[in-house]
């Protein structure tokens, strides 16, 4: 059985209380890093090899590198609790059942860059998780691990929860920063980046809640350790959450580059009823969906890349041969047009066309030449938006309908689903 | 300084420069919606993506800064690709309003989609569209046409200073709206019509009267007030119909004020006047002409007074005090330069970025006054009220100003002129002083003559007749000049270029000066004013050829 | 905007919160250097009192933070869990994304539908319910998922759903 590192505490009582965390060897990590210098937090940091779990996969060490050393501003971290990406749902398990790991992970970042602030950016409809976080902030806070002297050692620091409220694009780090400055969360342009201008103007740091949370375990085990966990360049473990047609969904820590195989039909136990696997999305809704003879690659960021897809968040979403392509395709055009921000033109207006076009033919208006035209509005979205939801929309959108296309076309010739018309799951037939 | 090459040609850039506006300094056009020279980037159009070398993705120009050695591509399929991408995106919702839209003949996305666009649309399913709403008494909103490009919200925010306009909702609802049901009554919205490039904000005044291309256009200048901003007048069939800002980064970068561009309704307002008239009756310009020659005649010259006009050019007030000098050989000249109380225009009544509308209200008290001063004359308007009601002054010639208003006591003026022999006025518009009159000759107004206005910042820049007199108007300057040939002395001036360029001999602030060097810029007689206020960005250095949108011409 | 005939001149007055509100936001403006980054948190205290967010509520909040009317409108627009229009005593929100999609969410929408006697958005005549569709709650693992007051139930199926419906006719909070 794999180590768990991450989720080691979810089972134990009270797992959300200093006490236990403390009994648990918590805030030692903290204690290690407040006794090297900054510099060395981050070189550490940078061998651990530690990737951005929130779904770029960007090296943490070297992110936090690129904040300079000298602002006129103050340096921020915010931390990206935001979980909206579809087939996600691993940040909300960490918030309520350890919050303390992640305010311990976000300290030791915000030593590494030197800010004295944080903000945890929660999705306005976790309010327990933001309970649970407020709580813990509130205890850390009373036993002097936040705030003007964090344990004695005079650094200051302190953190505060901020909420989002209804926005899936404010997971994207400068929409996220807008929302954190009460603004509508519509993504900047970059340059300039977040690390060097901002929350607030300052350089900012955002890292999603998975990856903090590791901190702690790399202070206390060694980086090397954490690196020897998974392949080379995709070291630890990852918190996989699995959902859809399977047996076991659920959140399941293992070590990254697992075989999603093996994830399918060990860990989960197979295609629930025992019926045949069609599609898998490998890391959230919009990572390009893969074929069943695709699930023998390893679950990690670069042997995805490798097959054309993405790691994204490990949110695997296994859909059984009674799925319908058409409807799952125009469901998540829906999504996409639904979530845009509107600022450019390419994503305001593309994607509600796709969501369109793919709902007509759902509903039986397919045309001749429409699945030319998907194809060809996603070549002139993706990579020309001013964020990456633009390719969000489009990389999906055209997974599906290039790798399903013989069922794209049957659906419209035909004017109804030629699969199974998604069943009533309760309703005996 | 940076160098880039784009499409093989090499081009250097100001250090800073994005490419797009190095692009366009050098003539070469990246079609953008936008972007705007004087607000801050947007990057949400997408219109000006291009292809760099060793980057992968495209990028957008507007937002790409220049660095030395840079190789930019335009042309390629990849970009063409983009473009049409992005306007086909914006057709889809779009509606196809052409035929009744103001905006047409004058609007980018036609200008783009005839240039780089498709000649078909793929779209069949059901267009997107807004509920109606009204935003008073200047813009006509028609939000179906809007491509959210957010120049007016940006405009309003950092140019305006009035964060009126805002996005509700998101994703392909956005709207442009205010706060609830207001309307926008800014007195600088109407910009939001130049810089709208398409036609979701169109100006109520102008609504429908007629079609761009149809439209002669006339460089002149805004006599509204003192800060003489370049304007360019729009008629048609012999109508001045809409004023829309010149470019000039001296005078007010791309900008007009809405009382200022609404100046040339007083064109047809119902107090113009057009006919001569002797003691309030109609008559014709020729013997009301004489009339007047007969009356001075009668008085001794030195006891006639003359006012010379801070509305009139330098042409007019020049050939006035020559008039006074030479003709009528009197001492007894004035002008009132201070802010004028019977305005056709009044104070702002709702907020205006202060560094914009000037406070007097006229267009030349500084070129009037290197005239005056030229010619000696500096006898205050009081002085000259108190020696026409002590009798030292018999008859009055009142040249193109509304004097008893000006002076702040109509009725003491009044009384004052009753004690004259001969009373003389020349204006455009009735008023307390033409009702004085004994004789009275119309003027041309500001769009109806050639001459010179110097700025309140010491700029003399160029007027051109938009349209031709109407009846017997006439400049200030033709009417002195009928009445020296009557008394006498006869003079051959046919064009305000003459009567300036002998002006320039003798005024020093003009020294050296030509009618026909003076660029559309104007000239600086004193030393430049120090910058405004920031708020408006710094312009160009007229470098770059613009039109009044902003926008730089095609290369091609 | 127009199409909402609330939004004129005549709501441009302001709601008095409770003093537990203020205070709460007041809490909150201080966790922040500027007032206005305080302005999400803000509206979600005061919609938490009042239940939704009329016009007068964001003028309010406007006031307390010192930031232009207009400013507040075009945010509280853009965000989904602020409702512009009064909800029922009780409030469904039902996710049919992906996940919850494959187990049979729209089946369960369309029951809660067919059970309730109305289409996603609207409220019950006798205003007990006010059902949404949403988009995914973060919660896929436990899919269909749907917030019954702001509150996660998962593993839902027609019996489950049944049993929140009738706890929340007999005047609990589901």
Redesign the interface.
């Not at chain 1, 201008?197 to 980086?223: C, D, K, S």
């Not at chain 2, 108190?386 to 509304?402: H, M, P, Q, S, Y």
């Not at chain 2, 305000?496 to 104007?522: K, L, T």
């Not at chain 3, 945010?75 to 009780?90: C, I």
């Given at each position: 059985m794999a180590e768990k590192v991450l989720t080691a505490r979810f089972e134990k009582p009270e797992s959300h209380r200093l006490a236990t965390y403390r009994a648990d060897g918590g805030y030692q990590a903290l204690r290690k890093a407040l006794a090297m210098k900054p510099d060395e937090v981050i070189e550490l940091v940078k061998t651990s090899g530690l990737r951005g779990r929130g779904g770029a996969g960007f090296p943490a060490g070297m992110k936090w590198s690129f904040v300079p050393k000298e602002s006129e501003k103050p340096k921020y971290l915010c931390v990206n609790g935001d979980e909206g990406e579809p087939g996600t749902f691993k940040d909300r398990y960490i918030m309520s059942l350890d919050p303390h790991a992640i305010l311990e992970g976000a300290l030791i970042c915000c030593y590494a860059i030197q800010a004295h602030t944080a903000y945890i950016y929660v999705r306005g409809e976790f309010k327990e998780p933001i309970k649970k976080l407020e709580d813990a902030i509130d205890e850390a806070r009373n036993a002097g691990i936040i705030g003007k002297n964090v344990l004695g050692t005079g650094f200051a620091c302190d953190i505060w929860v901020h909420y989002g409220a209804g926005s899936y694009i404010c997971g994207e780090e400068t929409a996220l920063i807008e929302s954190n400055e009460g603004r509508r969360g519509m993504p900047r342009l970059k340059p300039p980046f977040p690390a060097v201008v901002g929350l607030f103007g300052g350089p900012t740091v955002i890292n999603n809640i998975e990856t903090l949370a590791y901190l702690p375990h790399i202070f206390n085990r060694g980086p090397e350790w954490f690196a020897a966990l998974g392949p080379e360049k995709n070291g630890g473990t990852k918190l996989y959450g699995v959902s859809g047609h399977v047996k076991k969904p659920g959140l399941y820590e293992l070590p990254m580059g697992t075989p999603l195989r093996e994830i399918i039909y060990d860990h989960c136990g197979g295609i629930r009823g025992d019926r045949e696997l069609k599609a898998v999305v490998p890391g959230g809704s919009s990572t390009p969906v893969l074929m069943p003879g695709e699930i023998d690659v390893n679950m990690d960021y670069d042997s995805l890349m490798k097959i054309g897809s993405m790691m994204g968040s490990g949110a695997i979403i296994v859909m059984d041969e009674t799925t319908c392509m058409v409807h799952v395709a125009a469901r998540l055009a829906n999504f996409y047009a639904h979530e845009s921000c509107g600022q450019c033109t390419p994503c305001r207006e593309g994607s509600k066309w796709i969501a369109k076009i793919l709902y007509r033919i759902e509903n039986g208006g397919g045309r001749e030449g429409d699945v030319e035209l998907l194809l060809d509005l996603c070549d002139r979205i993706q990579g020309n938006t001013v964020c990456p939801a633009g390719d969000a929309c489009a990389m999906p959108v055209r997974a599906y309908v290039q790798k399903f296309r013989g069922e794209f076309e049957a659906h419209i010739k035909h004017g109804t689903c030629t699969v199974g018309n998604f069943p009533n799951p309760w309703k005996k037939d | 300084m940076p160098k880039l090459t784009i499409d093989g040609v090499e081009i250097e850039a100001a250090e800073g420069q994005s490419v797009l506006e190095a692009a366009l300094a050098n003539g070469i056009h990246i079609p953008h919606f936008c972007f705007h020279p004087l607000l801050k980037v947007g990057g949400n159009c997408r219109m000006c993506l291009i292809e760099i070398e060793k980057v992968p993705k495209l990028q957008i120009a507007c937002g790409t800064a220049v660095r030395d050695g840079m190789v930019v591509f335009t042309k390629t399929d990849r970009v063409t690709n983009a473009r049409r991408g992005v306007l086909e995106f914006m057709l889809i919702n779009h509606p196809l309003d052409c035929p009744v839209c103001d905006q047409a003949g004058e609007c980018k996305l036609q200008d783009y989609c005839f240039k780089y666009g498709m000649e078909r649309s793929r779209f069949i399913e059901e267009k997107h569209t807004f509920e109606h709403q009204d935003l008073g008494p200047w813009l006509s909103k028609d939000m179906n046409r809007c491509l959210h490009c957010t120049r007016c919200i940006r405009f309003m925010r950092d140019i305006a200073g009035s964060e009126e306009l805002t996005l509700h909702e998101r994703g392909n609802d956005t709207v442009v709206g205010p706060y609830l049901e207001t309307s926008i009554e800014n007195e600088f919205c109407l910009n939001l019509v130049d810089i709208c490039p398409v036609g979701a904000l169109t100006s109520k005044p102008f609504r429908f009267q007629a079609r761009s291309w149809l439209m002669e256009k006339t460089r002149t200048l805004c006599a509204g007030c003192s800060r003489g901003c370049n304007v360019i007048a729009w008629t048609y069939k012999g109508r001045l119909l809409r004023l829309t800002p010149a470019e000039n980064a001296h005078v007010n970068q791309c900008w007009l004020c809405n009382p200022g561009r609404m100046s040339f309704e007083s064109l047809y307002a119902k107090n113009r006047l057009t006919t001569a008239m002797e003691s309030m009756t109609d008559t014709d310009i020729v013997s009301a002409l004489d009339t007047a020659a007969g009356k001075l005649k009668s008085v001794p010259g030195e006891k006639t007074a003359v006012i010379a006009s801070r509305f009139l050019t330098i042409e007019d007030n020049y050939l006035i005090c020559r008039f006074a000098r030479d003709v009528l050989n009197t001492e007894k000249v004035a002008f009132v330069s201070g802010p004028e109380d019977d305005s056709e225009f009044g104070p702002s009544k709702a907020p205006l970025p202060d560094w914009f509308m000037r406070e007097d209200l006229s267009p030349n008290s500084t070129g009037a006054a290197h005239v005056l001063n030229a010619f000696g004359y500096d006898l205050k308007p009081a002085t000259l009220i108190e020696e026409i009601e002590n009798g030292e002054i018999r008859a009055l010639l009142v040249f193109g100003d509304n004097f008893a208003a000006s002076m702040g006591d109509v009725s003491r003026v009044k009384s004052a002129a009753n004690r004259l022999s001969f009373v003389m006025v020349t204006d455009s518009h009735s008023s307390t002083t033409t009702d004085m009159a004994s004789v009275f000759i119309p003027e041309s107004t500001f769009a109806e003559k050639d001459g010179t206005y110097t700025n309140e910042g010491g700029r003399v820049q160029k007027l051109k007749a938009a349209l031709r007199p109407q009846n017997d108007c006439r400049s200030a300057w033709q009417t002195v000049q009928e009445l020296a040939s009557r008394l006498g002395v006869k003079w051959n001036y046919t064009s305000a270029s003459q009567i300036f360029d002998e002006m320039a001999a003798v005024v020093p602030e003009y020294e050296g000066m030509s009618f026909s060097d003076i660029p559309d810029e104007g000239i600086q007689t004193t030393k430049e004013p120090e910058p405004e206020d920031a708020t408006a960005g710094t312009g160009d250095n007229g470098e770059n050829v613009k039109t009044a949108d902003g926008n730089a011409e095609e290369a091609d | 905007?127009?199409?909402k005939p609330e939004?004129?001149?005549e709501?441009?007055g302001t709601i008095t919160p409770k003093p537990e509100t203020v205070r709460a936001v007041e809490e909150l403006i201080k966790?922040?250097?500027?007032k206005?980054?305080?302005?999400?948190?803000a509206?979600?205290k005061v919609q938490d009192e009042v239940g939704w967010m009329p016009?007068e509520a964001m003028n309010w909040v406007a006031d307390k933070?010192e930031?232009?009317?207009?400013?507040v409108?075009?945010?509280t627009?853009?965000?989904?869990?602020?409702r512009r229009k009064p909800a029922g005593r009780n409030r469904i929100e039902i996710c049919?994304?992906?996940?919850c999609?494959?187990?049979?969410a729209?089946?369960l929408r369309d029951y809660l539908c067919e059970k309730l006697g109305i289409k996603p958005g609207e409220t019950t005549k006798d205003g007990l319910v006010t059902l949404t569709e949403v988009?995914?709650?973060?919660?896929?693992?436990?899919?269909p998922v749907m917030?019954v007051n702001?509150?996660?139930h998962e593993n839902l199926?027609?019996e489950k759903v049944d049993a929140i419906l009738e706890k929340l006719k007999a005047g609990s909070n589901g």
């Amino acid at each position: 059985m794999a180590e768990k590192v991450l989720t080691a505490r979810f089972e134990k009582p009270e797992s959300h209380r200093l006490a236990t965390y403390r009994a648990d060897g918590g805030y030692q990590a903290l204690r290690k890093a407040l006794a090297m210098k900054p510099d060395e937090v981050i070189e550490l940091v940078k061998t651990s090899g530690l990737r951005g779990r929130g779904g770029a996969g960007f090296p943490a060490g070297m992110k936090w590198s690129f904040v300079p050393k000298e602002s006129e501003k103050p340096k921020y971290l915010c931390v990206n609790g935001d979980e909206g990406e579809p087939g996600t749902f691993k940040d909300r398990y960490i918030m309520s059942l350890d919050p303390h790991a992640i305010l311990e992970g976000a300290l030791i970042c915000c030593y590494a860059i030197q800010a004295h602030t944080a903000y945890i950016y929660v999705r306005g409809e976790f309010k327990e998780p933001i309970k649970k976080l407020e709580d813990a902030i509130d205890e850390a806070r009373n036993a002097g691990i936040i705030g003007k002297n964090v344990l004695g050692t005079g650094f200051a620091c302190d953190i505060w929860v901020h909420y989002g409220a209804g926005s899936y694009i404010c997971g994207e780090e400068t929409a996220l920063i807008e929302s954190n400055e009460g603004r509508r969360g519509m993504p900047r342009l970059k340059p300039p980046f977040p690390a060097v201008v901002g929350l607030f103007g300052g350089p900012t740091v955002i890292n999603n809640i998975e990856t903090l949370a590791y901190l702690p375990h790399i202070f206390n085990r060694g980086p090397e350790w954490f690196a020897a966990l998974g392949p080379e360049k995709n070291g630890g473990t990852k918190l996989y959450g699995v959902s859809g047609h399977v047996k076991k969904p659920g959140l399941y820590e293992l070590p990254m580059g697992t075989p999603l195989r093996e994830i399918i039909y060990d860990h989960c136990g197979g295609i629930r009823g025992d019926r045949e696997l069609k599609a898998v999305v490998p890391g959230g809704s919009s990572t390009p969906v893969l074929m069943p003879g695709e699930i023998d690659v390893n679950m990690d960021y670069d042997s995805l890349m490798k097959i054309g897809s993405m790691m994204g968040s490990g949110a695997i979403i296994v859909m059984d041969e009674t799925t319908c392509m058409v409807h799952v395709a125009a469901r998540l055009a829906n999504f996409y047009a639904h979530e845009s921000c509107g600022q450019c033109t390419p994503c305001r207006e593309g994607s509600k066309w796709i969501a369109k076009i793919l709902y007509r033919i759902e509903n039986g208006g397919g045309r001749e030449g429409d699945v030319e035209l998907l194809l060809d509005l996603c070549d002139r979205i993706q990579g020309n938006t001013v964020c990456p939801a633009g390719d969000a929309c489009a990389m999906p959108v055209r997974a599906y309908v290039q790798k399903f296309r013989g069922e794209f076309e049957a659906h419209i010739k035909h004017g109804t689903c030629t699969v199974g018309n998604f069943p009533n799951p309760w309703k005996k037939d | 300084m940076p160098k880039l090459t784009i499409d093989g040609v090499e081009i250097e850039a100001a250090e800073g420069q994005s490419v797009l506006e190095a692009a366009l300094a050098n003539g070469i056009h990246i079609p953008h919606f936008c972007f705007h020279p004087l607000l801050k980037v947007g990057g949400n159009c997408r219109m000006c993506l291009i292809e760099i070398e060793k980057v992968p993705k495209l990028q957008i120009a507007c937002g790409t800064a220049v660095r030395d050695g840079m190789v930019v591509f335009t042309k390629t399929d990849r970009v063409t690709n983009a473009r049409r991408g992005v306007l086909e995106f914006m057709l889809i919702n779009h509606p196809l309003d052409c035929p009744v839209c103001d905006q047409a003949g004058e609007c980018k996305l036609q200008d783009y989609c005839f240039k780089y666009g498709m000649e078909r649309s793929r779209f069949i399913e059901e267009k997107h569209t807004f509920e109606h709403q009204d935003l008073g008494p200047w813009l006509s909103k028609d939000m179906n046409r809007c491509l959210h490009c957010t120049r007016c919200i940006r405009f309003m925010r950092d140019i305006a200073g009035s964060e009126e306009l805002t996005l509700h909702e998101r994703g392909n609802d956005t709207v442009v709206g205010p706060y609830l049901e207001t309307s926008i009554e800014n007195e600088f919205c109407l910009n939001l019509v130049d810089i709208c490039p398409v036609g979701a904000l169109t100006s109520k005044p102008f609504r429908f009267q007629a079609r761009s291309w149809l439209m002669e256009k006339t460089r002149t200048l805004c006599a509204g007030c003192s800060r003489g901003c370049n304007v360019i007048a729009w008629t048609y069939k012999g109508r001045l119909l809409r004023l829309t800002p010149a470019e000039n980064a001296h005078v007010n970068q791309c900008w007009l004020c809405n009382p200022g561009r609404m100046s040339f309704e007083s064109l047809y307002a119902k107090n113009r006047l057009t006919t001569a008239m002797e003691s309030m009756t109609d008559t014709d310009i020729v013997s009301a002409l004489d009339t007047a020659a007969g009356k001075l005649k009668s008085v001794p010259g030195e006891k006639t007074a003359v006012i010379a006009s801070r509305f009139l050019t330098i042409e007019d007030n020049y050939l006035i005090c020559r008039f006074a000098r030479d003709v009528l050989n009197t001492e007894k000249v004035a002008f009132v330069s201070g802010p004028e109380d019977d305005s056709e225009f009044g104070p702002s009544k709702a907020p205006l970025p202060d560094w914009f509308m000037r406070e007097d209200l006229s267009p030349n008290s500084t070129g009037a006054a290197h005239v005056l001063n030229a010619f000696g004359y500096d006898l205050k308007p009081a002085t000259l009220i108190e020696e026409i009601e002590n009798g030292e002054i018999r008859a009055l010639l009142v040249f193109g100003d509304n004097f008893a208003a000006s002076m702040g006591d109509v009725s003491r003026v009044k009384s004052a002129a009753n004690r004259l022999s001969f009373v003389m006025v020349t204006d455009s518009h009735s008023s307390t002083t033409t009702d004085m009159a004994s004789v009275f000759i119309p003027e041309s107004t500001f769009a109806e003559k050639d001459g010179t206005y110097t700025n309140e910042g010491g700029r003399v820049q160029k007027l051109k007749a938009a349209l031709r007199p109407q009846n017997d108007c006439r400049s200030a300057w033709q009417t002195v000049q009928e009445l020296a040939s009557r008394l006498g002395v006869k003079w051959n001036y046919t064009s305000a270029s003459q009567i300036f360029d002998e002006m320039a001999a003798v005024v020093p602030e003009y020294e050296g000066m030509s009618f026909s060097d003076i660029p559309d810029e104007g000239i600086q007689t004193t030393k430049e004013p120090e910058p405004e206020d920031a708020t408006a960005g710094t312009g160009d250095n007229g470098e770059n050829v613009k039109t009044a949108d902003g926008n730089a011409e095609e290369a091609d | 905007m127009s199409d909402k005939p609330e939004h004129t001149a005549e709501h441009a007055g302001t709601i008095t919160p409770k003093p537990e509100t203020v205070r709460a936001v007041e809490e909150l403006i201080k966790r922040y250097p500027l007032k206005e980054a305080a302005l999400i948190p803000a509206l979600h205290k005061v919609q938490d009192e009042v239940g939704w967010m009329p016009v007068e509520a964001m003028n309010w909040v406007a006031d307390k933070l010192e930031l232009p009317r207009v400013r507040v409108y075009g945010v509280t627009s853009y965000y989904t869990m602020f409702r512009r229009k009064p909800a029922g005593r009780n409030r469904i929100e039902i996710c049919t994304n992906l996940s919850c999609s494959l187990m049979g969410a729209e089946h369960l929408r369309d029951y809660l539908c067919e059970k309730l006697g109305i289409k996603p958005g609207e409220t019950t005549k006798d205003g007990l319910v006010t059902l949404t569709e949403v988009e995914c709650l973060g919660s896929c693992g436990t899919a269909p998922v749907m917030l019954v007051n702001d509150e996660f139930h998962e593993n839902l199926d027609p019996e489950k759903v049944d049993a929140i419906l009738e706890k929340l006719k007999a005047g609990s909070n589901g």
